[in-house]
């Protein structure tokens, strides 16, 4: 049996195709599927048995003419998809969806798992990983808008940038100053500052991030990506928020 595996990528394998083309394409598979289930003789003649192996070729250059037309196609007319995550015989799904839906769907997946783009606690959460976990949102974002087309897909495709550019000014003004003074506290031998003799390994993390001297500028931005993505995206993407609510 063929096996090619989905090729590991932050977005799908897709083609892209009309109604009418999903249409014909499915009867084409039905057709041939049944063949070795129903009994088509009454459609055969003499002559056509004789014929059956030329047939049978013709219809097998013509399948692989239609493939290759199809991926063409796709290529050309960006309307409905069709998405192999795994090749086999069996393996391949045909999603009836547009383009933003893909798009809606991979990003709500994604976001579910995100709880520090909408809600930074301060006192638990590790800005250095926050900070990864940014930048990880930026990269994906900027990945996936790929799929969407900048004039159907519009309003999405804006609303991305407008995303992007909240992500990249909170990662501009803080990413490196953060990390720089973070890799040099958590690395040092000596007791922390202002704690009473403690190191950084027996101090809670929410006290070691208050000793950072631009403590509340970096706060104030980690507000303001939240307050974004509280008020649009959760509404765009429908994301549920109230889970994280502890």
Same mark, same amino acid.
């Given at each position: ?41 009454? %459609?055969?003649?003499?002559? %056509?048995?004789?014929?059956?192996? =030329?047939?049978?070729?013709?219809? #097998?250059?013509?399948?692989? =003419? ?5 991926? =063409? ?13 795994? %090749? ?12 933003? #839906?893909?798009?809606?769907?991979? +990003? ?21 990983? =926050? ?16 799929? %969407? ?10 609303? #991305? ?63 303001? +990506? ?12 429908? +994301? ?7």
């Amino acid at each position: 049996m063929m096996n090619i595996e989905k090729i590991k990528s932050s977005k799908p394998f897709i083609y892209f195709l009309s109604k009418k083309e999903i249409f014909w394409t499915l009867i084409v598979c039905v057709f041939i599927i049944s063949l070795p289930f129903y009994d088509w003789s009454w %459609l055969i003649t003499e002559k %056509l048995k004789s014929n059956l192996p =030329v047939i049978i070729t013709l219809l #097998t250059f013509l399948i692989g =003419v239609f493939i290759v037309w199809f991926v =063409v196609r796709s290529i050309i007319g960006k309307r409905y998809s069709l998405k192999i995550e795994k %090749l086999t015989f069996g393996g391949m799904n045909i999603l009836f969806n547009t383009t933003s #839906t893909l798009y809606i769907n991979s +990003v709500l997946s994604f976001l579910d798992t995100k709880r520090s783009l909408f809600i930074i606690r301060e006192e638990y959460d590790n800005f250095s990983e =926050v900070l990864d976990s940014y930048y990880q949102t930026y990269t994906f974002f900027r990945q996936e808008m790929k799929i %969407l087309d900048p004039i159907r897909d519009k309003e999405l495709y804006d609303f #991305t940038n407008d995303l992007l550019m909240i992500i990249n000014k909170f990662l501009t003004k803080h990413q490196n100053n953060y990390r720089r003074w973070y890799k040099f506290i958590s690395e040092s031998k000596n007791p922390l500052p202002n704690e009473d003799g403690k190191y950084f390994y027996d101090t809670p993390i929410g006290s070691v991030q208050k000793l950072y001297y631009d403590y509340e500028v970096i706060i104030s931005g980690f507000k303001e +990506v939240n307050n974004f993505f509280s008020d649009q995206v959760k509404t765009k993407f429908n +994301v549920n928020i109230e889970k994280w609510d502890w």
